[in-house]
């Protein structure tokens, strides 16, 4: 019955966030406040992850691939489809919930609590669109600019092993990651991104929205909506790569 509640309530904010806003002007200033939050804020992690998760998956295909019946492309390959794949996409979006995820359930929260989201709406306004609507957008546009950034920069991680060690040269790798290439799991990567993206806001914000008590029930909610984000991607992420590859 808990589960049946939270989906109704849940069901319900979303019909309340994506309405017309009621000022265009507001909206998108606060649209460009989320970008830069969320977007831009989140690119470094975003870069310094990726970088050495790419040189990790260099060094561990190289390893692993040790073999002289396998061709010399194939630790490139496998660098390239794990990035593709899996990590640009779904772990990317896992390690953002935390940090994304997190920083909008305590500020909705917070809001909540101090009752600064129930003096909007004696004013009359729809706070869950003025406050939820700008994130949901803002963080669904640029997610697939951190894809896309997480696999350049991944594969740039993996060039930095082949010119800076002796574990595999950089021929071998540049090979590798050209062969047999195929420009749909590019697509893939940002169709999982972008869903994921809207789960992580949109249950982040409901978690913020409906805290109650004080600032303990604060970080309650953040870590449920961390959590539960989490378990969603991944449920996600097996329906998602079963209906599109």
């Known amino acids: 019955m808990k589960l049946l509640q939270h ?10 966030v994506f309405r017309r806003p009621d000022r265009w002007r507001m909206f998108f200033r606060q649209y460009a406040k989320e ?31 040790e073999n002289p019946l396998l061709p010399t492309y194939t630790t490139g390959l ?14 990317l979006c896992l390690i953002l919930a935390g940090k994304v995820g997190s920083n909008i359930a305590s500020e909705i929260g917070t809001m909540r609590i101090t009752e600064q989201i129930d003096a909007m709406e004696i004013m009359g306004v729809n706070s869950a669109n003025y406050l939820i609507l700008p994130k949901i957008t803002a963080f ?23 010119a800076f060690t002796d574990v595999i040269t950089v021929a071998d790798y540049l090979v590798g990651i050209q ?12 169709i999982k991104s972008v869903v994921f993206a809207f789960i992580i806001t949109s249950l982040s914000s409901y978690y913020g929205y409906y805290a ?34």
């Open 140 to 162: 669904l546009t640029m997610m697939p600019f951190l894809v896309i950034t997480s696999i350049a920069v991944g594969l740039m991680g993996g060039w930095g092993v082949g």
């Open 212 to 245: 109650k008590g004080g600032a303990l029930e604060v970080g309650v909610a953040s870590t449920n909506a961390v959590v539960n984000s989490n378990i969603l991607i991944l449920f996600g992420d097996l329906i998602l790569t079963k209906l599109l590859l």
């Open 78 to 91: 496998l660098t390239r489809d794990t990035l593709l794949l899996e990590f640009s996409s779904t772990i």
């Open 35 to 65: 970008v830069e939050k969320q977007g831009l804020q989140s690119l470094p992690i975003v870069v310094i992850i990726s970088v050495f998760i790419g040189a990790i998956l260099t060094i561990q295909a190289k390893i692993n691939t």
């Open 7 to 16: 989906i109704g309530e849940y069901c319900l904010l979303m019909g309340r």
């Open 179 to 190: 062969y047999a290439f195929n420009p749909y799991f590019v697509t893939y990567g940002i």
